[in-house]
């Protein structure tokens, strides 16, 4: 007994340290992944990871793969889709084997691209044409292009807001709430859908960061030990306004066993009012309306409510950003990919999306923000990475649900506590973390 | 490579030998290699058997306590060495294990599932009409996939769901949100565990009552043992070590608790468990370090309450006859 225990642990220990050693990678070459300069020469087979599922099942993908073959003829392109994607992937980046061309996972450090991914230009370069490209940047350079982008704000049931007699954006707060209670009052309809359960719509609140006062700079502002929650913050107000309206009684009966599928139906046929998401909900929303029997007019957008200087904001946040595997054998390729599917595919196009290509113009879903003037702010994410690194060693995690699942449960009453030292125990916790993390 | 060799000669010769009919080896004839053979001939058997142990539990185990000494995020290609700190970190964060009072109810569902099942073990073991179709509905929970019984157990509870119509044709109708308040919420939960794990204490009881024997129940029977008696003598203390097993399984799932409430709440509301905790350490926050040290403190409580317990009740042979 005593020499097959031996035996096994000199093994496991062995294992251990070759896989442990497998895993620190080495650094490959940092040539960057420029465009190929005739398309005809560049040749390959490329393999794509995606998140998209379900555009690789239908067809889609093919489809756009095979318009980008009479360009680049000699280049094949595969899709790989992950339906698991932040998970998968993160685990396949211990290897070399993350696809040639991918969505960067959330995971993945800021600084740490230089590691993973080949540089695809300086950052003067690209910024003039393609927008949210310093939310990649590290050190002068870029590493993601976005796909495309989403602006954020209220998604509502147009005859549901008109039946409750209200026909204009609410302009404060206090109009939304207001607003809200009349459908409470008017209407059968659950004013505001909360999607609690499934948790990941209540991030969809951070996104609104930069609509209150309009800045640019409202991410990059977190970047430091600033208390993000006190009176008047950003954070303060988005985060006060949810917390009002649960509390006013204005979402559904048991938010405990919400079902986002099922809540796109409930919206489209007038059953939910109100929901807090990005654009990119907007061509899901008006699917799901014509198959209820009603017409994509009933969905309607609007921005946050709050105005500065008599003018509305919304903020354009990124989708997932593309870039190319360090270790990709085919890097021009890969690029060229990159380049043709954002802007010559018509996708963002086509998902209703904010292009990321600056020239193109705004989808046909955001015809009312543009109509109305509502101020588009592109939030810079040159310091995201320092954001990112505080809220993590916080434990708070702005974009993910957990924080506000109990903001939630403070506002409905169940769970002890009041807004204020929610708050201020939230700001503790940001700002002990600032002064370890992200230096 | 040597070791390769040597099997795949030793394979071949214990084929030839089982192969070649005729009277059994005499000492005599063995040369060298055969006599090593014996000895070898185990550790052949347990080739495969230990390369799957070894690969799939202490691998990765040794990997996890490898990661615990480090500040690695799960992905970058650079860890540091940060000695015992993330332990310091748990053993100095009160709020990382106050997420143990959710096992308490748990646990007390755990007293009450075994209750349940050693009663059912109790009487389907007697002879009764439909026996095997009651054993057949008290197993059948078990067998269900975990995520699908979150699922299920979902539409039970919400509001307008299953429970409350239900409780509706009862009269007693409820305007309860039943996963909307930590108390109700854990309780739902735990109960959804009792449904899940009744069967298989349940069946690990049935099986020890029916390995004794049926003359004792005979004799207690001429004697004029009532069934309780006949439960309190022969059964109870018959099966005394597969109870104490079921305890200790008991309380190491209630420590553990993990998919029902990630499924369901995603420890929202006050149902998170150390091992929700634990996973969103990793893959949410991206402190597989500190995670991985979370995780083998949850173990070695474990093995440390499973001592306590195996010292406090040692094992006792069962003799009845």
């Given at each position: 007994m005593g020499k097959k225990k031996t035996l096994v642990c000199a093994l496991a220990v062995v294992t251990a340290l070759t896989a442990a050693g497998c895993g620190g990678g080495g650094t490959a070459s940092t040539e960057t992944a420029s465009a190929p300069a005739d398309p005809a020469k560049v040749s390959g087979t490329i393999t794509v990871l995606t998140h998209r599922t379900d555009l690789v099942k239908d067809g889609s993908m093919e489809a756009y793969a095979a318009e980008f073959a009479k360009t680049y003829p000699k280049v094949k392109v595969k899709f790989e889709g992950l339906t698991d994607y932040e998970g998968e992937v993160k685990i396949r980046m211990n290897t070399e084997n993350y696809g040639d061309v991918l969505m960067i996972p959330g995971a993945v450090a800021k600084n740490d691209y230089p590691k993973f991914f080949a540089p695809l230009g300086t950052t003067d370069e690209l910024s003039g044409t393609y927008r949210f490209s310093d939310k990649t940047d590290v050190s002068g350079k870029v590493y993601g292009i976005a796909q495309f982008g989403t602006a954020n704000g209220f998604i509502y049931n147009k005859s549901v807001w008109e039946k409750a007699g209200v026909t204009e954006w609410p302009k404060t707060p206090q109009e939304f709430l207001g607003a809200l209670k009349a459908i409470k009052d008017r209407t059968d309809a659950t004013p505001y859908y909360t999607n609690f359960k499934d948790g990941w719509p209540l991030t969809q609140w951070s996104a609104n960061i930069g609509s209150v006062t309009c800045d640019t700079e409202a991410n990059n502002n977190l970047a430091s030990a600033v208390s993000p929650w006190k009176q008047g913050s950003e954070l303060n107000v988005i985060d006060?306004?949810?917390?009002?309206t649960v509390k006013g009684g204005l979402i559904e009966k048991d938010p405990s066993t919400t079902n986002w599928e099922e809540s796109k139906n409930l919206l489209a046929k007038g059953t939910i009012g109100t929901m807090m998401l990005g654009s990119w909900s907007i061509t899901q929303m008006q699917a799901a309306a014509v198959t209820a029997g009603g017409s994509a007019d009933d969905i309607g957008f609007m921005p946050f409510p709050v105005q500065k200087d008599g003018k509305f904001c919304a903020t354009l946040t990124s989708d997932y950003q593309q870039?190319?595997?360090?270790?990709?054998?085919?890097?021009?390729?890969?690029?060229?990919?990159?380049?043709?599917?954002?802007?010559?595919?018509g996708y963002a196009a086509k998902e209703g999306a904010?292009?990321?290509?600056?020239?193109?113009?705004?989808?046909?879903?955001?015809?009312?923000f543009v109509d109305n003037d509502v101020t588009f702010t592109e939030r810079s994410e040159t310091k995201t990475g320092t954001v990112n690194a505080i809220d993590n060693a916080a434990e708070i995690g702005l974009a993910k649900q957990d924080y506000r699942q109990k903001l939630v449960d403070i506002a409905r009453g169940a769970q002890k506590g009041s807004l204020q030292d929610y708050f201020a125990e939230l700001d503790k916790k940001w700002d002990e973390a600032a002064k370890t993390a992200g230096s | 490579m040597t070791e390769t060799t040597d099997a795949v000669t030793a394979r071949t010769a214990t084929a030839g030998r089982r192969a070649a009919p005729g009277p059994p080896n005499r000492p005599g004839r063995r040369s060298a290699p055969r006599r090593l053979l014996p000895r070898i001939t185990p550790w052949l058997f347990l080739l495969v058997p230990l390369a799957l142990l070894v690969t799939f539990t202490y691998v990765p185990v040794a990997n996890m306590v490898y990661y615990s000494f480090t500040d690695w995020d799960g992905v970058s290609p650079d860890r540091n060495f940060t000695g015992v700190d993330n332990y310091t970190q748990i053993f100095t964060r009160p709020e990382l294990f106050r997420v143990f009072f959710v096992s308490f109810y748990y646990l007390a569902a755990s007293v009450f599932q075994i209750a349940v099942a050693l009663y059912f073990?109790?009487?389907?073991?007697?002879?009764?009409?439909?026996?095997?179709?009651?054993?057949?509905?008290?197993?059948?929970?078990?067998?269900?996939?975990?995520?699908?019984?979150?699922?299920?157990?979902?539409?039970?509870?919400?509001?307008?769901?299953?429970?409350?119509?239900?409780?509706?044709?009862?009269?007693?109708?409820?305007?309860?949100?039943?996963?909307?308040?930590?108390a109700s919420a854990n309780t739902s939960l735990a109960g959804v565990s009792v449904w899940r794990f009744t069967g298989l204490n349940f069946v690990l009881f049935l099986g020890a009552i029916q390995s004794i024997p049926g003359e004792l129940y005979e004799a207690a029977q001429l004697d004029g043992a009532s069934r309780w008696q006949q439960f309190r003598h022969i059964i109870a203390p018959s099966i005394k070590p597969v109870v104490s097993l079921s305890i200790i399984l008991a309380i190491s799932g209630s420590l553990s608790v993990f998919e029902i409430p990630y499924i369901m709440t995603g420890g929202a509301t006050g149902t998170s468990t150390f091992v929700i905790q634990t996973v969103k350490l990793a893959f949410q926050f991206n402190k597989t370090g500190l995670a991985s040290a979370a995780a083998v403190v949850l173990l070695l409580i474990i093995l440390l309450i499973t001592w306590i317990q195996r010292r406090l009740v040692p094992d006792e042979k069962v003799d009845l006859v």
């Open positions: 006060t306004l949810l917390h009002d870039a190319v595997n360090i270790h990709s054998e085919h890097k021009e390729a890969s690029r060229a990919w990159i380049d043709w599917f954002t802007a010559k595919s904010v292009p990321a290509v600056k020239a193109d113009p705004m989808p046909a879903t955001l015809k009312s | 073990a109790t009487v389907l073991s007697f002879d009764l009409r439909f026996r095997n179709l009651f054993k057949g509905i008290l197993f059948f929970p078990y067998l269900i996939n975990g995520v699908a019984i979150g699922f299920v157990f979902l539409y039970f509870f919400q509001d307008g769901g299953t429970l409350d119509s239900v409780l509706g044709w009862f009269g007693a109708g409820t305007d309860h949100a039943w996963l909307g308040d930590p």
